[in-house]
């Protein structure tokens, strides 16, 4: 099967206990807001807007493409469904909160979309505590998802990882889910979060079953005739 990881990053001050993670208090350091500049030629913009949302789904595809995702849960299409079905309603909302927010960080070059990190704001209890949280946009009906990556990885997470940072002031809780356990995500971003030393766990979150293909399509069926 599929294994899934869940990663989750607290700001300092929060004060939610992670396990085998210290708590921080409101003093400890954040990155130098000197780095928060994004390099010449690119630019970092956060879309919280329906419509905008809606409007960048070809350019969104076309990165899609760029990086070589094999499977469907990043397409705009399945975001786009996903939030329209599940974003505004309590029954399914992860928090139970139907207020959830889109915030999507998008990273572009002078050309393209090389990055994209599909977060939401909601408001969640987390340990008995009411927090604000930044999470993926997905639960349990979405398999698998992650940042989208199609460029040079260490700028790609480091630009969003400075978005963040630069409104730590607005989250409690960074919370990624369902990402697949190869995911470069996971590393990249909890070796940001260490160094402005943050407290991080990481805990196995679910299996989703797949079977593995060979040849084409047509093989395949001619094989189960």
Known sequence: GFDADADRIERPGSQIPVPGSPLLDSGSPIADPASRIPKPGSRVDVISDYDQFVGLEDEW???VERARIP???LRHEWVRTWWDSFAASPQFARSGDAGAQLHVIVVRDQEHIVGIAPLMREHAVVYGLPVRRLALIANDHTPRTDFLVA????EIYSAIWNSLAGEMDQWDVLQLT???????TIPAISSLASTARLPIGTWKSSDSPYLELAGTWESYWASRS
């Open 71 to 73: 499977h469907p849960f």
């Open 151 to 154: 460029g040079d990885e260490s």
């Open 61 to 63: 595809n076309d990165a």
């Open 178 to 184: 369902q990402l697949p356990r190869a995911s470069r």
